[in-house]
């Protein structure tokens, strides 16, 4: 098992505390690597309570730890492969039923296949719940690769950078902690092909289990941040 205390899967604010909104939502991202996921999740967190569920932070800090499950995960990713839908439930079931998760959360990365989707909603009528919304970021494949190839990650925080689209104000460091930053492994162009051919093949059918159920928005996430940003909150109702 993975401390959810230590690794950080749960992100609020800067300061670690809830806002007092007493708006909230339980959201699902659904987009390809590099879309700008966790950009407007780190947005939603400043407006809403939601507690923000990574499976990729998950998958990476149980690799970081050495853990079994982290290294099958990290040659599975690394590859340009899909985690097993087992890991991945299993992962998201314990952390969803944490207290900090029961009032609202935002799944960045989860589902990402149709049984995946079922699971969830099953967790979630366990417990009198539903899902509020499921956002698609759209974006096309070749200005992820030029996204991808020059990404960078501060991994305590979650904040992402780019060398050329959103650089830090001193190179390869942090622009809060000063602490610095990475590339992440799988951040190179080969793997991502085989990333976005499996996302492709994988996750159409998730945004058409949504699309039938009315709760997917489809978003430009080519488009600026506060513009793509902008549409979740009409979506939301965020005020």
């Known amino acids: 098992r993975v401390s959810t205390q230590s690794t950080g899967f749960f992100r609020f604010f800067s300061t670690g505390v809830m806002s007092p909104s007493p708006q909230t939502a339980r959201v699902v991202f659904i987009g390809p690597p590099g879309a700008g996921k966790g950009t ?19 998958l990476r800090a149980a690799a970081a730890a050495g853990t079994e499950l982290g290294k099958q995960a990290k040659k599975i990713m690394d590859a340009g492969g899909l985690v097993s839908d087992d890991i991945m439930v299993s992962l998201i079931q314990e952390n ?57 990650i501060h991994p305590k925080s979650g904040r992402t950078y780019h060398v050329e689209f959103n650089p830090p104000k001193e190179p390869m460091k942090d622009d809060v902690t000063g602490e610095p930053l990475h590339h992440r492994s799988d951040d190179n162009a080969e793997a991502l092909k085989k990333r976005l051919a499996t996302y492709h093949q994988s996750t159409a059918p998730v945004l058409g289990y949504y699309k039938n159920k009315n709760l997917l928005t489809t978003l430009d996430a080519s488009k600026k941040q506060d513009e793509v940003y902008k549409k979740i909150k009409q979506a939301l109702n965020i005020k």
């Open 40 to 58: 407007q999740a780190t947005n939603l967190r400043a407006d809403i309570p939601v507690c923000h569920l990574s499976t990729g932070d998950m």
């Open 96 to 152: 969803l039923r944490s207290p900090v998760c029961r009032k609202g959360f935002l799944l960045d990365g989860f589902p990402r296949t149709i049984t995946q989707a079922e699971k969830l909603d099953s967790m979630l009528a366990q417990d009198g719940q539903k899902l509020d919304a499921a956002f698609e970021f759209a974006i096309d494949d070749q200005l992820l690769l030029s996204r991808i190839t020059g990404r960078l």
